[in-house]
């Protein structure tokens, strides 16, 4: 190849080369300015940036009251407002409100006019506001969209209104609803000390805690309640909340608006320092919920049927279903009768003596021995289905404390017949 083709040809090359890299930088331009486009776009949709540790107090005005909310102890705590009635606040609402303000992005955003905002219900919103020391972060809540896709909100100082996650707009709209702490009880499970639900005049049940055990005052005084089964029960109560807040009753005309001034049930729990005195009535005849008032609070809330199922408590569910709560080792004598069988048993097992209807056993062999334990196990294991505290009983029943069930009678007749032949 001559140099002058050479030359074309090397010449050619660098053009190429140029081009290549003119249309290489020209594609990265264009792609950096999308870049910087797109993310311009997400800045400004970007509402709020801000540490929500940082975070020390929060102020909510809604058309209920204004309410300063400032972080405490470890916890948040109600500091001022002049909302009328008692608030138990639920801190965890106030503890979503700054997790959802701190990264607050809305979807789009438009000029906002004055003259309409109205129809956005920017005109009289809902206002919330973190603050860390003198920065403040406002947000002001307006309506949810006709489609319920999202809510309306602006900053105070902007010209724009913004359209947010609607289950975000929600919790920051909020209500009493949100701010007042739903659960039914004040006391932990642990610190209950006195337990009581009545029908109507009836007492379902009524427990109190006596040296860390439970002990039954009524229905059935002294049964053999499980300290376990009513921690448990305790410990789901602590656990239901309310569906929502209806009103405060201010007066017994209140109270009959929503039947509660003839409760069907009356629930009172007692710790050392809190009572809550709880009147039930239902919603409708349809069995479609509860009206609940708390008597200190005078706040009457709604709640569900589901919610409400534990008013229906009987309290052989709270009970042990041993009749006998005495094993072998620690008894010294048992007496049964079932209708006509009758025997008459007595032991020592720590002495290795043991008898029946007066014959004594201890030096027979050890299967007869054997049959004697496991005749007083029988009717110590006996266990109950139901019980009936109003059922009637003979005269000859309560003189004898006869044992009734079928059951029994035929495990204690078998097992003595065994234990005679033996």
């Known amino acids: 190849m001559s140099s002058r083709k050479l030359l074309v040809t090397i010449g050619a090359l660098v053009m190429l080369m140029i081009s290549a890299i003119i249309g290489y930088v020209a594609v990265d331009r264009s792609k950096t300015a999308e870049e910087t486009a797109s993310q311009a776009e997400k800045d400004a949709l970007q509402l709020f940036q801000f540490d929500p540790d940082s975070i020390d107090s929060v102020t909510i005005d809604n058309s209920e009251g204004h309410f300063q909310i400032a972080a405490g102890s470890g916890q948040w705590e109600l500091a001022e407002t002049d909302y009328p009635d008692e608030i138990r606040l639920n801190t965890a609402y106030v503890t979503a409100v700054v997790t959802y303000m701190c990264d607050l992005t809305a979807y789009q955003k438009v000029e906002a006019d004055p003259e309409k905002l109205a129809s956005y219900g920017l005109d009289n919103p809902v206002v919330v506001t973190c603050a860390s020391g003198n920065t403040a972060y406002t947000l002001c809540v307006g309506n949810a969209s006709v489609t319920e896709e999202y809510w309306y909100v602006k900053r105070p100082d902007e010209n724009y209104i913004y359209a947010v996650d609607y289950s975000e707009g929600e919790t920051l709209r909020g209500g009493m609803n949100y701010l007042k702490n739903r659960g039914m009880l004040r006391?932990?499970?642990?610190?209950?000390?006195?337990?009581?639900?009545?029908?109507?005049?009836?007492?379902?049940?009524?427990?109190?805690?006596?040296?860390?055990?439970?002990?039954?005052?009524?229905?059935?005084?002294?049964?053999?309640?499980?300290?376990?089964?009513?921690?448990?029960?305790?410990?789901?109560?602590?656990?239901?909340?309310?569906?929502?807040?209806?009103?405060?009753?201010?007066?017994?005309?209140?109270?009959?608006?929503?039947?509660?001034?003839?409760?069907?049930?009356?629930?009172?729990?007692?710790?050392?320092?809190?009572?809550?005195?709880?009147?039930?009535?239902?919603?409708?005849?349809?069995?479609?919920?509860?009206?609940?008032?708390?008597?200190?609070?005078?706040?009457?809330?709604?709640?569900?049927?589901?919610?409400?199922?534990?008013?229906?408590?009987?309290?052989?569910?709270?009970?042990?279903?041993?009749?006998?709560?005495?094993?072998?080792?620690?008894?010294?004598?048992?007496?049964?009768?079932?209708?006509?069988?009758?025997?008459?048993?007595?032991?020592?097992?720590?002495?290795?003596?043991?008898?029946?209807?007066?014959?004594?056993?201890?030096?027979?062999?050890e299967n007869v021995r054997t049959l004697h334990r496991n005749l007083y196990d029988t009717v110590a294991n006996l266990t109950w289905e139901e019980l009936r505290p109003d059922a009637e009983l003979s005269a000859q029943d309560e003189a004898s404390g006869a044992v009734s069930e079928e059951t029994a009678s035929e495990a204690a007749s078998e097992d003595t017949s065994e234990a005679a032949s033996g």
């Open 187 to 365: 006391s932990l499970d642990v610190s209950i000390n006195a337990f009581c639900l009545e029908k109507g005049s009836d007492t379902v049940v009524d427990l109190v805690k006596k040296d860390g055990l439970w002990v039954m005052n009524a229905p059935l005084k002294d049964a053999n309640v499980s300290s376990a089964l009513v921690s448990s029960m305790l410990t789901s109560l602590t656990r239901t909340e309310y569906s929502g807040f209806v009103a405060t009753a201010e007066n017994p005309e209140d109270l009959k608006t929503y039947g509660l001034d003839n409760p069907a049930y009356t629930l009172v729990v007692k710790s050392d320092d809190v009572t809550d005195e709880l009147l039930f009535a239902p919603q409708d005849k349809t069995g479609g919920g509860w009206y609940v008032l708390n008597k200190a609070s005078g706040q009457v809330a709604s709640m569900d049927a589901q919610t409400g199922s534990f008013l229906e408590l009987k309290p052989e569910e709270l009970l042990i279903d041993r009749l006998v709560m005495l094993n072998y080792s620690d008894a010294r004598s048992l007496e049964v009768q079932v209708d006509d069988v009758s025997f008459t048993m007595e032991m020592d097992a720590q002495a290795g003596t043991c008898s029946f209807n007066g014959k004594d056993l201890s030096g027979m062999s």
